[in-house]
């Protein structure tokens, strides 16, 4: 009697990221407020930055990534250099999340 034994290749990847580090988070920047929200995705992660009260505006992408990096700071990390952001619906969403 012959026995076979298989084994499971796994591609590397970026790790699972814990649910305490994802958001959504309240950030103050000079007075405003963003909330921060970090979900995994099956290509790493994804950051989403909105403005406490209102819609932010298309001209407000500097703003959304120093609150990312506001964000990131706060968990003893920077932005994922690779973040590129789009603005969408009144958010600026970063492909990548803290690195």
Do not use: H, N
């Not at 814990?18 to 290509?43: F, H, K, N, R």
């Amino acid at each position: 009697m012959s026995v076979g034994f298989l084994t499971a290749c796994v591609a590397p990847g970026p790790a699972p990221m814990p649910l305490a580090a994802s958001g959504p988070v309240g950030i103050s920047l000079e007075g405003v407020g963003y909330i921060v929200d970090l979900q995994p995705t099956t290509a790493g992660a994804e950051m989403t930055v909105s403005a406490e009260l209102g819609a932010m505006a298309m001209d407000q992408g500097l703003a959304a990534k120093r609150a990312a990096e506001t964000f990131c700071a706060g968990r003893g990390a920077s932005v994922d250099p690779r973040a590129l952001g789009r603005f969408v619906g009144g958010s600026w969403v970063f492909d990548g999340g803290c690195a």
